[in-house]
């Protein structure tokens, strides 16, 4: 945390916790709308293939959500441990700019794109 003053892991939490508020609630309005589609509703083929595609997408937004607000907490969990702003791969500071864009951020830059890399790789085998 050399890198941020005192005042700007207050501002940081600050967002970290709105957010986390945030994303809470749209989790729980997003629980209806990930339903399964009942395929008893008297309802045409378009409309039941309509209805199964949003259904499709609110649970996808809404596992997006989950994963955010997990990254969210573990944040805050960093910021009461005084580890907040050190990156979870090499140690060093994050950067004030990366956590003013993502506040949850638990890798710098430079860490972040090996993992994505890394990813893609394993992903495309």
Known sequence: MDDLAPEEIDQLHAELM?????????????????????????????????????QKISQANRQAAQARAKGVQSAIQRIAEGEYGDCLGCGESIGVQRLKVKPEAAFCIVCQSQREAAGSVSAGR
């Open 18 to 54: 709105a957010l986390s508020e945030e994303l809470l609630l749209l989790i729980d309005i997003s629980e209806a709308e990930s339903r399964p589609v009942d395929l008893d509703q008297p309802i045409g083929r378009l409309s039941r293939m309509d209805a199964m595609a949003q």
